[in-house]
């Protein structure tokens, strides 16, 4: 776990803590979300205690967490399980600030090792955390109107810590292929992006509309970029200019407004990866900077207004809006409650993106429902007909539901796609057997052999199609080889008489 990458990341704690509750629990998903939960609620205490730090406002707390707690732009982060890395990373991340805040005032040497060991695991959950260090500095700058070079100092064992574990995030995202996929990538864009990327996690904040799974680039299904975009620049530009010009003398939003765009630059894009230029769980802990804000104008609202009688409308919005925020969170936990309800939504938004028709087959065909599956699956490869996994899980459904050429056709094609794709030889050999083409068959498993020899799957299933062809001569090598190999002679003997599956 700690000495190589998963799913494109480097996250060893995460996986730590799904194999205890594997350990203990089995694969009951209710375990896995109710850990999710308990992060986030945790998350949620430690949120509003690090505003009460900042703010010295216990409404402002209070307000703040609420919103931490119940808004929809959270149910990505929390309801899948895969994004443990968000909850967890973020739960080691407030712990280490507020370990940072209490180092400043007391200067204990131990409160400095907690925060550096609790920054540390915040890193080994998910490399967002690597501006970490420069939040703390703006902290400081926050609380003393400037930044000392003995607080500085104090930060560089954490800025040091960032630089390694970005370069390390960085080889993870190119281990297996993904490197940027917007297809048309230059500086420019990348410009764009990163400003599109700080009012879109704004808007959707206030209005948490038309929230999905899945934001593809608009090249990639045919679409095009909303005007928004192309504004973004020149309406960052004018939020800044503002700040500037009328607020910053007032250091509480300013801290929250640089919390918001410095925690959000690791996933602004800049250089983009992946087929998503924005996503809800980008935002799980960048919009608390928003929050800050949001809370602090509602707190100077209530000073000003508390005593005249249309206050009450006042708090009537704010009730409202809550309402409608916990209304929109419950509609969005129904989106990823399974999933075929997760990508029929995707599809629905983005009627042309051929991976949500392929992962929405392939959650039908899990749920047995093969037509509707197949559908799906012609659906994506008539949007890109170049991609091998929309062959490969289409030849996997026919050769599941008994369509053996079909399923031929489909593992041929990813071959020819991809020819190092050795999954497809072995379910093309599988194909092969089941349709009684055995030399076929055999010539698949050899092919995979010959660079794997010691896979013993692989040789049981060529062993099975010698047996099947007659070549009796062919087998008794292959059992050998198998003997050799380690597996005991009443299973090849078996195998040998077809009495094993």
Same mark, same amino acid.
């Given at each position: 776990?700690?000495?190589?990458? /998963?799913?494109?990341? +480097? ?6 803590? +799904? ?57 990505? /982060? ?18 280490? &600030?507020?370990?940072? *805040?209490?180092?400043?005032? /007391?200067?204990? /040497? ?68 993904? @490197? ?6 230059? *500086? ?6 990163? @400003?599109?990327? !700080? ?20 090249? *990639? ?7 928004? &975009? ?46 998503? +230029? ?9 919009? $608390? ?25 006042? !708090? ?36 042309? &993106? ?22 799906? $699956? ?36 990813? !071959? ?26 055999? @010539? ?11 896979? *013993? ?45």
């Amino acid at each position: 776990m700690f000495t190589s990458y /998963s799913v494109n990341h +480097y996250h060893p704690l995460v996986l730590c803590s +799904y194999a205890i509750e594997y350990k203990l629990f089995g694969l009951s998903p209710y375990y896995f979300h109710l850990t999710n939960i308990l992060l986030h609620s945790l998350n949620v205490f430690f949120i509003s205690l690090l505003t009460q730090y900042i703010s010295k406002n216990i409404l402002i707390a209070l307000f703040v967490g609420l919103v931490f707690g119940i808004h929809p732009l959270r149910v990505e /982060s929390v309801a899948w399980i895969a994004e443990r890395k968000d909850v967890l990373s973020t739960f080691f991340m407030l712990l280490s &600030f507020l370990c940072y *805040i209490r180092f400043r005032s /007391s200067k204990k /040497s131990l409160l400095y090792l907690a925060t550096l060991l609790l920054f540390f695991c915040s890193l080994l959950s998910k490399a967002m955390a690597v501006t970490l260090p420069l939040l703390f500095l703006l902290y400081d700058y926050y609380e003393d109107g400037k930044i000392t070079k003995e607080q500085v100092i104090n930060v560089l064992p954490l800025l040091a810590l960032s630089l390694i574990f970005g370069i390390i995030a960085i080889f993870a995202q190119y281990s297996s292929g993904a @490197s940027p996929k917007d297809p048309s990538f230059n *500086i420019i864009k990348s410009i764009f992006l990163v @400003s599109y990327n !700080i009012i879109f996690y704004c808007l959707k904040f206030f209005v948490p509309l038309n929230l999905v799974p899945m934001h593809p680039y608009p090249e *990639i299904v045919g679409e095009s970029y909303p005007l928004l &975009f192309w504004l973004s620049p020149l309406v960052v530009g004018i939020i800044v200019y503002v700040l500037y010009r009328y607020f910053r003398s007032q250091r509480f939003i300013v801290f929250g407004f640089l919390f918001y765009v410095l925690s959000l630059l690791p996933v602004s894009q800049f250089i983009p990866v992946g087929k998503a +230029y924005v996503a809800d769980r980008f935002s799980y802990v960048p919009l $608390f900077g928003i929050m800050l804000i949001v809370g602090y104008a509602l707190s100077k609202l209530w000073e000003s207004y508390r005593n005249r009688q249309w206050i009450w409308i006042i !708090i009537g919005l704010i009730f409202g809006t809550f309402v409608y925020w916990g209304i929109g969170t419950r509609q969005q936990i129904d989106v990823w409650k399974t999933s075929t309800s997760l990508w029929s939504r995707v599809v629905q938004m983005s009627p042309r &993106f051929a991976e949500g028709y392929c992962n929405l087959g392939t959650a039908l065909a899990e749920e047995g429902k093969a037509d509707d599956a197949l559908a799906n $699956f012609n659906i994506a490869i008539s949007f890109d007909p170049f991609d091998e996994e929309f062959y490969y899980n289409r030849g996997l459904l026919y050769l599941n539901t008994g369509n053996f050429d079909k399923a031929i056709e489909d593992f041929s094609s990813v !071959i020819t796609l991809n020819p190092q794709n050795v999954f497809a030889y072995v379910l093309r050999g599988d194909a092969y057997t089941k349709s009684g083409s055995y030399e076929n068959a055999i @010539s698949d498993y050899e092919y995979i052999l010959q660079y794997f020899p010691a896979v *013993i799957d692989v040789r049981i299933k060529k062993l099975r199609a010698l047996v099947a062809s007659g070549n009796a001569k062919a087998a008794l090598v292959e059992k050998n080889k198998l003997l050799s190999l380690g597996v005991s002679a009443d299973s090849v003997s078996a195998i040998m008489l077809g009495n094993s599956k």
